[in-house]
């Protein structure tokens, strides 16, 4: 009975009018999985779901999320709304990402016969702008869910009291990877031309951080001699102006990529002449500082790309986009966190310690790989729900 008193209130709240099956896109043909994620930062994992179904079982997949990531939004939860989209789409099963709770949805689909699970679950909560009180609403959506993945045992028991039948704790799904590709002969004579030189990277460096990182490397050079830095500055055009600066005022030698010349025992600085070879420098550099966190607008790199390489981190308060991915990273010490330009000649002189450096390393490669066991599992399930073996 408040099951039925709390439907009917969600559903007379929020009320619009129905979207028609002519305002959507040719369903493909096939079996077809839809996946939702209710914010841009759950998208990763849906991401590698979407390709892992369409390249190892041939399955279309449907996402649907926020307008500013750039894709089609789900239906309003609301009964007329949801019975066009599902009767459109026909999707074989339903994955929703992170914790939003759906509740005209999932009555739909349960009443259509078509499974619907959560991947990457945090704490249930209704649909943004439908939350109040609606007894039993939320315990009856919960309990339709075929299965739950939940990120944490917080969560997972979250989902238990709601009424959830099968929950587990599965952790993130893994990301497309960001590890970037590079020519591995110029990797191999690079690697063969620096062998035994210190060597850290300094990747899109704008002009207002550009003398934090020569104070960083002017400093760490009293401690390693020998010591390399790669710079590649934020605009190409940039470096040639910095070579001619850094010779000047610093009296280092300096090395251009643009003009062919190659780093020899007594270059200080490599300067690169464009943002297209970061695999390269990444599997080079034992350590990466990303530039845009310190005194830009935000980082202007994914640290995913140097941790997938094995690249331990140093960035600024500035995470720009990634602020949740440097959390990930500085959780498991495989990121430095520094406020100043005085605090990154400080980590960068730290991580010069091969140990120190190479601990950093492997944690940044754990979490940028974290995750593919997860998806496999989720992969397993959808595949069983469906009926795919």
């Known amino acids: 009975m408040a099951l039925s008193l709390g439907r009917r209130l969600y559903n007379l709240t929020g009320r619009r009018e129905a979207v028609g099956e002519g305002a959507f896109a040719p369903r493909p043909e096939g079996r077809l999985i839809w996946l939702h994620a209710p914010r841009e930062g759950a998208l ?18 449907l996402v649907t999320g926020p307008r500013e990531a ?22 074989d099963a339903i994955v929703l990402a992170d914790g939003e709770i759906r509740p005209a949805l999932l009555f739909e689909a349960e009443a259509r016969g078509i499974p619907a699970m959560v991947v ?20 009856g959506a919960v309990q339709s869910l075929r299965h739950v993945f939940a990120l944490d ?22 990301a497309v990877s960001a590890a970037l590709a590079c020519h591995e002969g110029e990797r191999a ?17 704008p002009l207002a951080e550009e003398a934090a990182v020569i104070a960083a490397h002017r400093a760490a050079l009293r401690l390693s001699h020998r010591l390399l830095l790669i710079l590649v500055p934020e605009q190409a055009a940039r470096a040639e102006a910095l070579a001619a600066e850094l010779e000047a005022m610093e009296g280092w030698i300096v090395a251009r990529r643009a003009v062919d010349e190659e780093p020899d025992t007594e270059t200080a600085v490599y ?8 695999g390269l420098w990444y599997r080079l550099a034992p350590v990466t500082y990303i530039g845009g966190s310190l005194a830009g ?63 950093a390393a492997q944690a940044a490669w754990t979490v940028a790989s974290d995750g593919a066991e997860v998806t496999e599992k989720v992969l397993l399930r959808l595949r069983q729900l469906i009926g795919v073996t």
């Open 44 to 61: 990763q994992g849906l991401t590698h779901l979407a390709n892992k179904l369409a390249d190892e079982d041939g399955i279309a997949t």
């Open 271 to 278: 300067l690169p002449d464009s943002a297209e070879e970061y």
């Open 153 to 174: 045992e917080a969560a997972a028991q979250s989902y238990r009291k709601a009424g959830a039948a099968q929950v587990d704790v599965l952790g993130r799904m893994e």
């Open 297 to 359: 607008e935000g980082a202007l790199r994914n640290p995913l790309e140097p941790a997938a390489l094995g690249s331990a981190i140093i960035y600024g308060p500035r995470p720009g986009p990634y602020g949740t991915v440097f959390g990930r990273l500085g959780a498991a010490r495989a990121a430095r966190a520094v406020g100043s330009a005085n605090d990154l000649a400080e980590a960068l002189g730290d991580l010069l310690a091969p140990d120190r450096a190479a601990l």
């Open 70 to 91: 750039g894709l089609m939004p789900p239906p309003a939860d609301q009964p007329a709304d949801v019975r066009a989209f599902l009767g459109h789409w026909k999707p």
């Open 189 to 205: 004579a690079l690697a063969e031309l620096l062998k035994a030189r210190p060597i850290w990277l300094a990747a899109a460096v």
């Open 120 to 139: 990457d679950g945090r704490e249930p909560s209704l649909v943004r702008g439908r939350d109040g009180w609606f007894p039993g609403l939320m315990r």
